[in-house]
């Protein structure tokens, strides 16, 4: 399995939104919101400069947004096609995350939405929850901290 990143560009934004309402559909409708005022909001905080298109031997599986946030890099959005998910996939892209953090002496954070199974990962990977709201978990990875 060859998993690469591409740098995205403007052209990506179609896929990253169908995949990302694919995906997030089920969640939307569980916690009630309005679709057609997240759909603007997706549209406002997508910035192709953030983004990296995951590719599995050649073919885009996933899309990654991310930044950075004061001291840390922030995971704005991870999101693999459904049919590659369960691939160790995901995994292998965390990891390259926290590489890339640890040789910048960053830590990552990121939010999970409570139902998303994607936190055992995170869990898994070191993460530690530091706060909550009534839709999500924010958990946090320090440089150094072995998973």
């Not at 309005?34 to 400069?49: G, I, K, V, Y």
């Not at 990654?64 to 998910?85: K, N, P, Y």
């Amino acid at each position: 399995m060859r998993i690469c990143f591409r740098p995205g560009t403007s052209d990506d934004f179609e896929y990253c939104a169908n995949l990302y309402f694919t995906e997030m559909h089920r969640t939307i409708r569980e916690l009630g919101l309005n679709l057609a005022a997240h759909a603007r909001r997706f549209r406002d905080q997508w910035d192709f400069h953030q983004v990296r298109i995951i590719t599995l031997d050649g073919n885009d599986v996933g899309w990654l947004q991310s930044m950075t946030q004061g001291d840390a890099l922030f995971i704005a959005q991870l999101f693999v096609e459904t049919g590659f998910q369960r691939q160790g996939i995901g995994t292998e892209v965390m990891n390259r995350m926290l590489i890339e953090a640890r040789t910048e002496g960053r830590a990552i954070t990121l939010g999970v939405v409570k139902s998303n199974p994607a936190r055992r990962l995170y869990e898994r990977l070191g993460f530690r929850i530091t706060h909550e709201d009534n839709r999500k978990f924010y958990m946090k990875r320090e440089p150094n901290d072995a998973a």
